[in-house]
């Protein structure tokens, strides 16, 4: 019976050895995650300025900073923007690097080294080079209105007259190769057998994708669709250097509305509150697509 007593004893102290090992990752978890939003959520409730009397002597104003940002028509217009942006970019990601990786599932390597690698130099490119690059295809003497030209069509002012379409189609193309890589996994993982034997069983090639592969695929998907949604909601840099948030109000996302705000107006209380509103949105998305996985 003591030898029996003294084993649980034994597992929690072993137990309590290995989770010392976290020590580290808990101290950076919350000292980099954490504590900015704690104090995020801090400075979302006073009149911290970014220069003048209050920002030094900032006062907690209670929920000001909320009332006036849901009575602020361009918050909305960014709630707007942001979501417009949002599904344009998942579509365009999810779809395109699905259809990538299956076209290079069951490929030889020869033409996997050659073909993953083209498509993941638009990934690892900043968001300010592609921004660069994005504006001048898609400018006045770009490249795609040099084609249109070519084959007898007017040319059109992307930039002007489609600046929401021209940003989604910017951040498709920097951000598919991530969702082809998560695909190209998931796709490997998916037996050969299982797909055989449902062409024995009369299954054509797209009965087969949409009630054998997609399922087997299901949580890659879930979870593809939870990351790219939360790096989707974070662009910044991208927007800001293609169009401004401009022009007018057409693309000004929360993100870009929250530094206009807290940088150009200098109202950082303010901005924070918007911040707030963007964590609460990226929470609520989670949230969701945690539930249709489980589901």
């Not at 084959?151 to 598919?176: F, R, S």
């Amino acid at each position: 019976m003591s030898g029996k007593q003294r084993k649980p004893k034994s597992n929690f102290i072993t137990q309590l050895k290995h989770s010392t090992f976290l020590i580290p990752a808990v101290i950076l978890l919350a000292g980099f995650f954490l504590v900015p939003i704690i104090m995020t959520f801090y400075y979302s409730f006073t009149n911290l300025a970014l220069s003048g009397a209050n920002a030094k002597n900032f006062q907690v104003v209670g929920l000001k900073n909320y009332t006036s940002m849901f009575k602020d028509t361009t918050v909305f217009i960014s709630i707007r923007n942001t979501l417009v942006f949002l599904a344009g970019s998942l579509i365009g990601q999810q779809v395109i690097g699905f259809l990538i990786a299956l076209c290079m599932k069951g490929k030889n390597s020869t033409f996997r080294r050659i073909v993953g690698p083209v498509f993941l130099a638009g990934w690892i490119i900043p968001e300010v080079v592609v921004a660069i690059c994005c504006s001048t295809f898609f400018g006045l003497d770009g490249t795609i209105n040099q084609f249109l030209a070519a084959v007898g069509l007017p040319t059109i002012k992307w930039l002007q007259k489609m600046p929401m379409l021209t940003i989604v189609l910017a951040n498709v193309w920097h951000g598919t190769a991530f969702s082809m890589m998560n695909f190209q996994s998931a796709l490997d993982g998916v037996s050969a057998d299982i797909e055989e034997a449902a062409t024995m069983d009369g299954a054509n090639y797209f009965q087969t994708l949409f009630h054998i592969i997609i399922p087997c695929i299901r949580s890659t998907i879930a979870t593809n669709t939870m990351l790219n949604t939360l790096s989707t909601l974070g662009v910044f840099g991208l927007v800001y250097m293609m169009t401004g948030g401009g022009p007018g109000t057409k693309t000004t996302t929360i993100p870009i509305y929250m530094y206009k705000q807290a940088f150009v107006s200098q109202q950082l209380g303010y901005g924070t509150a918007i911040a707030m509103l963007l964590l609460v949105i990226g929470i609520i998305l989670s949230v969701l697509y945690a539930r249709i996985d489980k589901d």
